[in-house]
């Protein structure tokens, strides 16, 4: 039987899963990553989408920037521009050419998810939600460009704009994305086809079926597919959705219908 047609009988006949037990290991390794990809697929698309709404809110707040041009260290901006703060879903933007506001305001605009900016008259602010990994990943969530360093000069509102408007996600940031956000998905998938296999051998044991540990792995990975489909669908509709207890709890009722047909030893005489 091949991997196809057990990925068949894992949606509609699970009485024949027990034969997943002759499966190459490397075949079941090959599906545990297969249904990896099932659980990241809304993950990744709710990561694209907050990309792709950060690019159109920073379109949005583009257009609202009047004329200015980083030189000598400082912002400079025609007709003394005033500043500004705009928020979207996504972006709280300061722009504050007049010098009134300092890191510490910009970063206690942040609200919720949003990522707070600020061209400021000295320097340019990055200030990322208080969630903790910029802290554990980065050593910190704030960051400074001063204009001083002349990394930004020579920026002008209208090299901003048009990059704003041409800026597409490269194919390779897509896929490092897609590999980090995998990676944990399939530590947490290993971790529970492990607690089910356990609960599955026990059950395996006490109904004196002939199956080993590794027998009763390889079933479970197939009887998995069902609830890994479900669980993917629930987090297309709700992303925290926990997962782990009904991919565990419905692959052990599916176990235990697909070893039906499974020899057993025979009881011992009293």
């Known amino acids: 039987m091949n991997t196809f047609t057990l990925f068949k009988h894992s949606l509609f006949q699970f009485s024949d899963l027990y034969q997943a037990k002759k499966m190459p290991f490397w075949k079941v390794i090959l599906y545990v990553i297969f249904l990896s990809i099932i659980l990241t697929l809304p993950i990744t698309k709710q990561v694209f989408t907050i990309l792709q709404d950060i690019k159109d809110d920073g379109q949005k707040i583009a257009a609202k920037l009047p004329e200015f041009k980083v030189t000598d260290g400082k912002l400079q901006t025609q007709n003394q521009a005033e500043g500004f703060i ?14 009134k506001r300092s890191l510490n305001d910009v970063s206690a605009d942040s609200v919720g998810n949003a990522i707070s900016l600020g061209f400021l008259k000295d320097e340019f602010i990055v200030s990322l939600p208080d969630s903790g ?3 554990s990943l980065l050593g910190t969530n704030q960051f400074e460009v001063p204009y001083s360093k002349g990394t930004l000069d020579g920026l002008n509102s209208q090299d901003l704009k048009q990059a704003l408007d041409e800026a597409n ?7 490092v994305i897609f590999i980090f956000t995998l990676y944990p998905t399939l530590i947490n998938l290993i971790v529970n086809l492990l607690l089910i296999t356990i ?7 006490l109904r004196l079926y002939k199956l080993r540990f590794f027998d009763c792995l390889k079933i479970v990975t197939y009887c998995a597919t069902l609830p890994v489909i479900i669980s993917s669908f629930l987090h297309f509709i709700n992303l925290t959705f926990d997962d782990s207890f009904l991919i565990v709890f ?3 009722l599916i176990f235990f219908l697909a070893i039906r047909k499974e020899n057993r030893h025979q009881s011992p005489l009293v």
Do not use: C, H, M, R
């Open 250 to 252: 419905v692959s052990l």
């Open 169 to 175: 996600i490269p194919f390779w940031i897509k896929l």
């Open 86 to 99: 705009y928020q979207t879903n996504s972006i709280i933007f300061t722009f504050d050419p007049e010098g």
């Open 199 to 205: 609960g599955a051998n026990l059950y395996s044991k």
């Open 133 to 135: 990994a910029a802290d």
